[in-house]
Structures are given as C-alpha cells and as structure tokens.
C-alpha cells in the first residue's frame, strides 16, 4: 500500500482545510490508517486514526471537536477535516499505515508507508 497526502496550506486562524489520504495498492481492510503530524524540531505526534473496517476512530485530546476523520471507501481514501484552526496546528501532516491494536494507535513507529507530508500552516 502506497499513501499520499494533499490538501494542506496556508490558513488564517480559525479557518478550515480538509486533507486527503489516497491509498493505492492492496485492500485497506486490515488497516488503520493515521494522521500525524510534525512542528520543526519535533517529535511526529498523532492526531487521529481510523480503522478501515468498521470505522473505529481515535483522536488526540488537542484537536478534538475541532478535526473529523473520515473514509470513502470507493476512493480508497480517508479524509481529516480540520476547523477552528489554531497557529500551534501548523505542521506538516502525514498518514500512514498500521494493523496494531487500538491502545498502540497513538504510537507513530507502529506505522509505516508515510507520504510525502502536506504542509499546514495556520497564520495568528
């Protein structure tokens, strides 16, 4: 499985992006695939996971009611809607992969085949 994500950008305060995850490759029915994301200087810190079957998802206490994640299955995609955006959510965001249990979700060297990274940079 291959992951890309898009979607990231130059923001003001408040303001929304929705990023996408589009696999290519195997079935992602044995996955759970993350976002995560990494300030400069930083260590890569999760944001929000969902698992392809069934839908099961988590997210870090810093983004949540604020960020959605979300699947379409038809496009092999997975969605982070992001709204209420704050300066300390620029970073750069990746997606990648795992088949961990749920307790490990949060854990970013459980995942692998990350992209290329989408920049977000949120403006005060």
């Known amino acids: 499985v291959q992951l890309q994500a898009s979607g990231g950008g130059l923001v003001q305060a408040g303001g929304s992006l929705r990023l996408s995850c589009a696999a290519s490759?195997?079935?992602?029915?044995?996955?759970?695939l993350g976002w995560f994301r990494q300030a400069p200087g930083k260590e890569r810190e999760f944001v929000s996971a969902?698992?392809?079957?069934?839908?099961?998802?988590r997210y870090a206490d810093s983004v949540k009611g604020r960020f959605t994640i979300s699947k379409d299955n038809a496009k092999n995609t997975v969605f982070l809607q992001m709204n209420s955006l704050k300066p300390e959510d620029t970073a750069v965001y990746y997606c990648?992969?795992?088949?961990?249990?749920?307790?490990?979700?949060?854990?970013?060297?459980?995942?692998?085949?990350w992209g290329q990274g989408t920049q977000v940079t949120v403006s005060s």
């Open positions: 990648g992969k795992t088949r961990i249990v749920w307790s490990e979700w949060i854990n970013h060297k459980q995942y692998d085949a």
């Open positions: 490759g195997r079935t992602l029915n044995s996955y759970t």
């Open positions: 969902i698992r392809w079957s069934g839908g099961t998802t």
